[in-house]
């Protein structure tokens, strides 16, 4: 099976602009997480989707949103970037027992 | 104060040697116990995985331990390789999912 993945794997954008990043997750698995990890703060849960619906938010502002499609994948955007929005983006998908992690989108902002 | 803390914050040492990771939590209902391994740039793995009534789990030449009374636990890597270097993160599951800052660990020839 193949594992999560994760596009792009690197981006460069400016202040002020917007992004999205994209995963796919393991065939089969309807959960997807995502999670933001910068070396101050470590990994800090974004939100998880499962079959279409958000099921848990963490502690960001509004400006990070995402969305799952019918097929499992999903999507997060973040818009007007801020320079501390800098950070490995992680994708995870699970089972009731496991999760597994994607590749991870490194955004950097200038 | 973060619930899940780990220790050290880093760690050097020389190929062949044992180590020894720590991660004392305070999250509580507890559900289960996870350690990551990640490589720089990459995404998490998991190693091991306790649920409450586990004491100890393998994997190779990992082996974590849980006290779920003292609430602490610890992830001991056996014949250190050059390819064990890497952050190690420890995850306790209750509701959530709650991440310590992880180890950051290197191996030296």
């Known amino acids: 099976k193949a594992g999560v993945t994760q596009t792009p794997r690197y981006l460069i954008k400016t202040r002020g602009q917007q992004v999205t990043l994209s995963c796919s997750p393991i065939s089969g698995h309807r959960s997807v997480s995502w999670y933001q990890q910068t070396p101050g703060q470590g990994l800090q849960f974004l939100f998880e989707y499962f079959s279409e619906t958000q099921r848990n938010k963490g502690n960001f502002p509004g400006r990070f949103s995402g969305r799952q499609f019918s097929n499992s994948r999903s999507e997060m955007n973040v818009s007007t970037l801020e320079l501390g929005d800098s950070a490995l983006y992680l994708c995870?998908?699970?089972?009731?027992?496991?999760?597994?992690f994607g590749p991870g989108t490194r955004l950097t902002v200038t | 104060k973060n619930q899940v803390e780990q220790s050290p914050q880093s760690l050097i040492i020389l190929e062949g040697k044992n180590c020894t990771l720590q991660?004392?939590?305070?999250?509580?209902?507890?559900?289960?116990l996870r350690w990551y391994k990640q490589d720089t740039g990459r995404g998490p793995v998991s190693l091991t995985i306790?649920?409450?009534?586990?004491n100890t789990k393998s994997n190779g030449r990992y082996t974590a331990t849980l006290d779920a009374d003292t609430k602490q636990s610890s992830l001991h890597i056996t014949a250190s390789q050059l390819s064990d270097s890497a952050s190690y993160i420890c995850?306790?599951?209750?509701?959530?999912?709650?991440f310590g800052a992880g180890t950051r660990l290197t191996v030296k020839p």
């Open positions: 995870a998908s699970r089972t009731s027992y496991e999760q597994y």
């Open positions: 306790m649920t409450f009534s586990e």
């Open positions: 995850v306790v599951s209750a509701r959530d999912m709650r």
């Open positions: 991660c004392n939590y305070t999250v509580s209902p507890f559900s289960n």
